[in-house]
């Protein structure tokens, strides 16, 4: 490893390119059948592209922009993107998958967000459509017995199970274990399910601190001081925060403002490690450590959607939004690639067959057991470094070392 | 729990509880007068979030410092808007009247969506993460800033109305429009005024929030609503009582959430809102109407 990738910032080369390149086409060396004649597989990509979710289903969107080309050059036949906006409304996805569909799309994807999918879902079984899931934890969309359901991301027990035990290596790496912790989280559907996943898994992972407090708060909270008040005045030694964007900011400046120093702050969720969160608090950004569904960086097709990714916004860091939805792009074009049929039936058994190794998010590779799930995905500990990420836990995906206790915020300079 | 935890929460409330009042009162000001329910409240407030945002980035000038500028600016898309469009259905039902604010508010959603994107974005304050220590008290620093600015411009509003002939004029507009005609004031033009005062209190309200709260489109909404329920508690139509209400609001909901669940904050403002229609509908500062 190199230094520069100790410090998580990459220079792509075109050797690096086609060194990707050339792995991912020796495993695509299967004959493209009658693909020709079937012409480009029509793809309805559904986000919430307006609405709360916008920023986030934007940058998904940036995910499909860097992918045609790289699945292109990888050798992939040609895909034609329709794209549809759920509005960040559960009943706006339904009746956009119903319209995309009839419109005649021939695979969807979608859709970030787990109430949304869970909709589409319903109507992709319904009109016996496949769907490849981009991101969405709630373990009950594969629980339906679904046959054209497709997801490459893991579920919440999974993204729970992994983060506890990188925790205990991360601690074990620093030699630093918090022994009690406050549990700040948000008070939605992800919120609310991922508390009830951290108290029921804890004890089964063995996990070395003591929950001391658990506080919710609104999601839609202008102002965080009472809740860091509270949580301060627990005593805890690390906080534990399941948040999103907005409120990851909010609870940042209010621990400096109340000059609370944590051993740490672990986070099982979004918000912590995004580019709005590391821009908006430049220095103060460092440090968090967040446990999360992540690309692996030591894998040659990492390199090269990031570099694409680079070219095409500068001002980004390539992060899960971008890792899964690319990949779900490159899971649909494998499969028609293979079925050489845009026929839903044929794509549907091509999807179950997947195996794809040279992928790019952690873990061994893209294979979906019986319920139509990736089980095989590996989540992993990423901390904010000088602006970018850089993975910490597991070894087997770590590109650098834990700063663990993180630096004191008021000695940020 | 130490006694100087609930001493820092209830002095943060206070101090957001005053930057509410702030925002409330231009909800007050157009309804006691004009009596139009401005379901764009928020979304005049977040433009003015946004213009204060870019006086910032383009000339580094401190939110503090854009109030006037802001307000004066959005004092004109006021006086514009009620002479444009509102005083031309003024006259129809009022769930007319409703719709049409509900329409500009999403058109205001849709153009700063469009012009500024749908991420949160905030002023970087050299001060934003500074805190005054006083014994075991911390202050912070920029909402002690916005709670005194918020103060200061309430000050204004209330010596505009009181001392100026023209606020005079405005309140006997709102008192009795026929009267006000009948001596000869010109009320289309108070109206329109009035409308301005309204959006300029907003346009200050949003360069003194985004001290504190980063701007994002999908903003307004909750702050139409807070404004509501504070106006309502304090009295629809009574500057002093949208000032009241707000401190009332910010504080109760900061000490809920210290001694109950900060989950519970918004739920507790919404109980105290039942309880003042139950007992007192007028509001705590409003006339019972006659």
Known sequence: ?413 | MPVEVYFNVAISGLLAGLIYGLSALGLSVIFGVIRIVNFAHGEIMVIGMFFALVLFRSLGLDPLLSVPIVAVVLFGFGYLLQTVVIERVAHLADHYQFLLMAAIAIILISASLMVFGPDAQGAQLPYAFDSFQIGPLIIDKVRLYAGAAALVVAALLFAFFRYTSTGKAIRACGDNPAGALVVGLNVRHMYALTFGIGAACLGAAGAIILMVVDAHPYLGPEYTLLAFIIVIVGGLGSLPGAMLGGVLIGTSEALAGILLQPSLKSAFSFGLLILVLLLRPQGLLGKASQ
């Open chain 1, 1 to 413: 490893m190199t230094k520069s990738d100790k410090r998580g910032t990459f220079s792509v080369t075109r050797r690096t390119f086609t060194a990707g390149a050339a792995a991912a086409a020796a495993s695509l060396a299967l004959p493209m059948r009658h693909i020709h004649a079937a012409g480009a597989l029509k793809v309805g990509v559904l986000l919430p592209r307006s609405g709360p979710q916008a920023g986030i289903g934007q940058d998904c969107q940036r995910g499909v922009d860097v992918a045609l080309p790289i699945l292109k050059e990888l050798g992939y036949p040609d895909m034609e993107i329709i794209s549809g906006d759920t509005e960040t409304n559960v009943e706006i996805a339904r009746a956009q998958a119903e319209k995309l569909i009839n419109e005649g799309v021939q695979l969807l994807v979608g859709a970030f967000d787990s109430g949304q999918t869970t909709a589409i879902a319903q109507v992709a079984e319904q009109k016996g459509i496949p769907l490849v899931i981009n991101i969405a934890a709630s373990p009950a969309i594969t629980e339906q017995g679904y046959k054209f359901v497709f997801r490459n991301f893991p579920n919440a027990p999974k993204i729970l199970g992994d983060a506890f035990t990188n925790q205990k290596e991360l601690f074990a790496a620093t030699g630093a274990t918090p022994k009690t912790a406050v549990l700040l989280h948000v008070n939605d559907t992800f919120g609310k399910a991922m508390q009830g996943g951290i108290g029921a898994l804890m004890p089964k992972f063995d996990v070395p601190y003591k929950l001391v407090e658990q506080i919710a708060y609104d999601p839609k909270a202008r102002d965080l001081s009472v809740e860091i008040s509270k949580a301060k005045a627990t005593g805890a030694e690390a906080l534990l925060v399941v948040s999103r964007l907005n409120d990851a900011i909010l609870l940042t400046r209010e621990l400096v403002k109340q000059r609370w120093n944590p051993m740490g702050v672990l986070s099982m969720g979004p918000g912590w490690y995004e580019d709005q969160y590391i821009k908006t608090l430049g220095k103060l950004s460092d440090d968090p450590v967040s446990f999360v569904p992540w690309q692996d960086y030591n894998k040659p097709l990492t390199k090269v959607v990031q570099e694409a990714l680079a070219k095409a916004h500068p001002d980004r860091a390539m992060n899960t939004n971008h890792t899964y939805t690319f990949e779900a792009l490159m899971i649909a074009a494998d499969a028609y690639k293979r079925a050489g049929s845009t026929d839903p039936n044929a794509l549907a058994d091509a999807l179950r067959a997947t195996n794809i190794t040279d992928n790019i998010s952690a873990g061994p590779g893209i294979m979906f057991n019986e319920k139509g799930q990736n089980d095989k995905l590996l989540n992993v500990a990423i901390q904010n470094r000088d602006g970018k990420h850089v993975v910490v836990a597991p070894k087997s995906a770590a590109n650098a070392d834990p700063i663990w206790p993180m630096r004191p915020l008021d000695q940020r300079g």
